[in-house]
């Protein structure tokens, strides 16, 4: 069954820049989006955005004029970039499939990674 | 973007008890709502999808029901493992957008 796992640094300075991949393991990247979600340390989830196996993105306003999902699909992997961070960004960052069926209701988010703290401090 | 607000923030309650928990639209997005539960250092896992669906592998006594703008969570019988925060969300329209969460707590 598909697994996914994001790497990526766990502490970045103010101003820099986040950069997490996930990969995708037994499992087709095809015909599925690929999202990023995050949580701040005991918040809620927040959705950042996703990119579908074509390559198109959509990318939540909040966040939209510093973020980049990318994605390789020789190498099932999907990446995430976060520019100019501060202390709001920190929070365990999770990648997940979006399970979407056009014109329905039946959709959700299935499987997610473990999450990975992301932590911007000086 | 649509908001969505849980109720009750929290709630303790006992093994075998029934528990409801509420979830409420800023606008109507029918029957694209999805429920999560997510246990401490863990990611979320879906329980039921399309407001009333109960995911393949999800416990029975998991149901969901609600359309429009108000749905709700019944956990029929309440068990030691169901301690955790559940969350909602509508997939209605980008952005997605979750419930602040429901954490519950075993008396």
């Known amino acids: 069954q598909v697994q996914l796992q994001e790497s990526g640094p766990g502490l970045l300075k103010p101003s820099e820049t986040l950069s997490l991949t996930c990969t995708v393991s037994?499992?087709?990247?095809?015909?599925?989006?690929w999202s990023w979600m995050r949580q701040p340390p005991g918040k809620g989830l927040e959705w950042i955005g996703h990119?579908?196996?074509?390559?198109?993105?959509d990318y939540n306003s909040s966040l939209k004029s510093r973020v980049t999902i990318s994605l390789d699909t020789s190498k099932t992997q999907f990446s995430l970039k976060l520019f100019s961070v501060t202390a709001a960004d920190t929070a365990v960052y999770y990648c997940?499939?979006?399970?979407?069926?056009?014109?329905?209701?039946?959709?959700?988010?299935?499987?997610w990674g473990q999450g990975t703290l992301v932590t911007v401090s000086s | 973007d649509i908001q969505m607000t849980q109720s009750p923030s929290s709630l303790s309650a006992s093994v075998g008890d029934r528990v409801t928990i509420t979830c409420r639209a800023s606008q109507s997005i029918s029957r694209s709502l999805i429920w999560y539960q997510q246990k401490p250092g863990k990611a979320p896992k879906v329980l039921i999808h399309a407001a009333s669906s109960v995911q393949s592998g999800a416990p029975s006594r998991f149901s969901g029901s609600g359309s429009g703008t108000d749905f709700t969570l019944t956990i029929s019988s309440l068990q030691p493992e169901d301690f955790a925060i559940f969350y909602c969300?509508?997939?209605?329209?980008?952005?997605?957008?979750f419930g602040q969460g429901t954490k519950v707590e075993i008396k």
């Open positions: 969300q509508q997939s209605y329209s980008t952005p997605l957008t």
């Open positions: 997940a499939r979006w399970v979407y069926n056009s014109g329905s209701y039946y959709n959700w988010f299935d499987p």
């Open positions: 037994d499992g087709s990247i095809s015909s599925y989006y």
């Open positions: 990119i579908y196996y074509t390559g198109s993105t």
